[in-house]
């Protein structure tokens, strides 16, 4: 197959970049905006029809979320009118697209994990505009996957773990979040797992993914930093409250990986054995 991935240069797309030698039996396209507007209607299906592309897997978003509340166009510009396009690209060539959606969908209240069914109540501009991405790749693409993840890291860009890490031994104390609850997701396994749908082939439908377990912002922190071997800085718990942002926050976003286990058959690491991974790769 020939496979599209934009957004390559993110989090995401990079660990794609890495897995992807290991599926030699495919051709990839690595594209971010250097290479492909994903805005410019004509320039997206330029770049299928040009590479008989058979995948679309969307890494590309607007991610800052609280810089979203500030550039709500621009928000939704990225996050659902180029999905639209990319998803209406894919459609005319007769091919399918994965793309990759967020836990802000939901408004954080629930006390049990999210099901792909659950109701959907974004409470703020980036998870509004990422749902308004989802409704038009599910209306323009039939042949679809989403992929809905949360707390996302990895070895590269910007992320919490390697921010943890860098303040861990800058600073004597931390304060960090505790009464937000959810699971974090190693961007390498849900590259992994984004490769093992394009495998088996379309099983169209909305799916949730990050790493098993559940956990806070403090006590993922705590994790980093033993980890790390970072024993100088203690970590204090703060209520959301003593941590105002621009941007509203889920409380508890823990998502059901029910559905995409069973469908695609995969096994899911731990969360705090997938952040050694990234740890010891981070050394």
């Not at 959606?101 to 408004?107: H, L, N």
């Amino acid at each position: 197959m020939n496979i599209l991935v934009t957004g390559a240069n993110g989090q995401l797309g990079n660990e794609l970049r890495q897995l992807a030698p290991l599926h030699t039996a495919h051709t990839f396209h690595f594209t971010d905006v250097a290479e492909l507007d994903i805005t410019d209607r004509a320039a997206v299906r330029q770049a299928v029809k040009a590479a008989k592309i058979d995948v679309l897997i969307n890494c590309a978003a607007y991610t800052a979320v609280d810089n979203a509340e500030k550039q709500p166009e621009l928000c939704h510009t990225l996050n659902a009118d180029a999905p639209q396009l990319l998803a209406e690209a894919m459609h005319d060539v007769g091919g399918w697209m994965v793309h990759v959606s967020t836990d802000y969908v939901f408004d954080g209240t629930a006390h049990v994990p999210y099901r792909e069914d659950a109701p959907i109540n974004p409470i703020g501009v980036y998870g509004r505009t990422k749902y308004a991405g989802e409704e038009a790749v599910r209306k323009a693409c039939p042949q679809h996957v989403i992929v809905r993840t949360a707390w996302l890291y990895s070895t590269f860009g910007n992320n919490f773990v390697k921010t943890m890490i860098r303040l861990g031994r800058e600073r004597d104390t931390l304060g960090v979040i505790f009464d937000q609850i959810g699971t974090p997701t190693y961007a390498r396994d849900l590259a992994v797992a984004l490769l093992t749908i394009v495998e088996q082939g379309p099983v169209a439908g909305t799916y949730h993914f990050s790493n098993e377990g559940v956990t806070s912002w403090y006590d993922f922190t705590r994790e980093i930093h033993r980890q790390a071997g970072i024993t100088s800085c203690k970590v204090l718990p703060l209520h959301t409250s003593e941590y105002p942002t621009p941007a509203a926050r889920p409380h508890y976003s823990v998502l059901d990986k029910t559905k995409i286990k069973q469908t695609f058959g995969l096994e899911i690491p731990w969360w705090a054995d997938s952040l050694a991974e990234c740890v010891a790769r981070l050394s």
